[in-house]
T-cell receptor, first 112, second 111 residues
């Protein structure tokens, strides 16, 4: 398994601003993923972030809105840009190890 | 593409009742199957998994068997506790190694 931490754990932001979420894992992993969980909903994959390459975004998500960095094998960031109330969600990172994905505790974002 | 269909919730049970949450899937190839649990205010925790047909995953009294012939991975527990109250997600990974989730089932266990 893997131990994953995320910062911040929660935040309240004003519309039009941006927030960067950090994801730190306790071991080196190749594949990291970012998910969004809208209120009362299931998880939707935003993008896959592999170290040394550009993130791969899912349909409906674009780099200008959700830029991702992956500077090394233990760390990644997701930025939610130019936020609107519709971006209020839980954002979770996950890593794959042993053909299984393990999740961080999530970042709870409220946009006013 | 891949998809997961999960039993509609919410589900409310009395303590020590038997639990079944149905999950069926559509996928190409041979997916791995998972159950994740999300306790109130927390992230997702892996509950159990199965990687090939007829495998049984088990953890904390929960079980699920990978049934290829019925494309199902139903979650069961013989005697639920109040502490099992959570949202349960069925999921699969295919060749792209991305998780596809079901809609989630809210379970409430009453004392």
């Amino acid at each position: 398994s893997a131990v994953i931490s995320q910062k911040p754990s929660r935040d309240i932001c004003q519309r039009g601003t941006s927030l960067t979420i950090q994801c730190q894992v306790d071991s080196q992993v190749t594949m990291m993923f970012w998910y969004r969980q809208q209120p009362g909903q299931s998880l939707t994959l935003i993008a896959t972030a592999n170290q040394g390459s550009e993130a791969t975004y899912e349909s409906g998500f674009v780099i200008d809105k959700f830029p991702i960095s992956r500077p090394n094998l233990t760390f990644s960031t997701l930025t939610v840009s130019n936020m609107s109330p519709e971006d209020s969600s839980i954002y979770l990172c996950s890593v794959e190890t042993g053909e299984t994905q393990y999740f961080g505790p999530g970042t709870r974002l409220l946009v006013l | 593409g891949n998809s997961v269909t999960q039993m509609e919730g919410p589900v409310t049970l009395s303590e020590e009742a038997f639990l079944t949450i149905n999950c069926t899937y559509t996928a190409t190839g041979y997916p791995s199957l998972f159950w994740y649990v999300q306790y109130p205010g927390e992230g997702l925790q892996l509950l159990l998994k199965a990687t090939k047909a007829d495998d049984k995953g088990s953890n904390k009294g929960f079980e699920a068997t990978y049934r290829k012939e019925t494309t199902s991975f139903h979650l069961e527990k013989g005697s639920v506790q109040v502490s099992d109250s959570a949202v349960y997600f069925c999921a699969l990974t295919g060749s792209a190694r991305q998780l596809t989730f079901g809609s989630g089932t809210q379970l409430t266990v009453l004392p």
